[in-house]
């Protein structure tokens, strides 16, 4: 089970920069915990919080300015990390993958065939068509669900805080790919059952371990 945004996608610094300059463009005031509490978070939960931050439209405008915006910078250019092609493919010709993201459905889908990936996933859950976001389980016990599979016999391949967390609360077996730039609180990273340096180390013998 794969999250999207800082496993397959460096997209962090994407997001952080577009709702950055949204919340500025629009009177907000960006908060010194601002970026770490967004990460995980659904659709409707950071567009509820960035209207919090003093941005004067109403949420579901801040969403889709946002998600737009988002959408042309990927197709503008799409921030693969390294090896992220190369490891979803190597490991679908083993595993039924499934991918579990905070990302709204309009970018996973923009990602996934930008990348020529699409195919490679048998399910796909955003976490706007779940309850709520990470850290809380829904997305993947969601995902767990489409593959027909009981969640504790899944691994979930994870970098952020809120995701670690969320995939160990699905009763997942956690692998912490840390990003460099966002790296996850230490009770968090705790969870993990393995941390990985990339996803390069993520191989088949280590998930058939």
């Excluded at 993947?140 to 504790?152: N, Q, T």
């Excluded at 160990?168 to 968090?188: C, E, K, L, S």
């Amino acid at each position: 089970m794969f999250d999207l945004d800082g496993v397959l996608v460096d997209s962090e610094p994407v997001w952080e920069e577009v709702r950055r300059a949204f919340v500025a463009d629009h009177g907000g005031a960006w908060q010194p915990d601002t970026q770490s509490r967004l990460m995980g978070m659904s659709t409707q939960e950071w567009a509820a919080y960035l209207h919090e931050l003093g941005v004067r439209l109403p949420p579901d405008e801040i969403a889709g300015g946002v998600i737009e915006q988002m959408a042309e910078r990927y197709r503008h250019e799409l921030p693969l990390l390294a090896g992220a092609q190369e490891t979803v493919r190597r490991l679908s010709g083993r595993f039924t993958l499934g991918l579990a993201s905070s990302s709204p459905r309009a970018l996973i889908d923009v990602v996934l065939d930008a990348a020529g990936l699409r195919d490679a996933f048998t399910a796909t859950v955003s976490t706007e068509e779940v309850p709520r976001g990470k850290p809380a389980p829904d997305g993947y016990l969601e995902a767990a669900s489409r593959l027909g599979v009981d969640p504790k016999e899944c691994v979930a391949v994870e970098d952020s805080s809120n995701g670690l967390r969320s995939a160990h609360a699905a009763g997942m077996r956690v692998i912490a790919v840390p990003h460099h730039r966002y790296p996850p609180d230490p009770d968090a990273l705790a969870l993990a059952w393995r941390v990985l340096p990339g996803l390069d180390a993520l191989t088949a013998e280590l998930l058939e371990s």
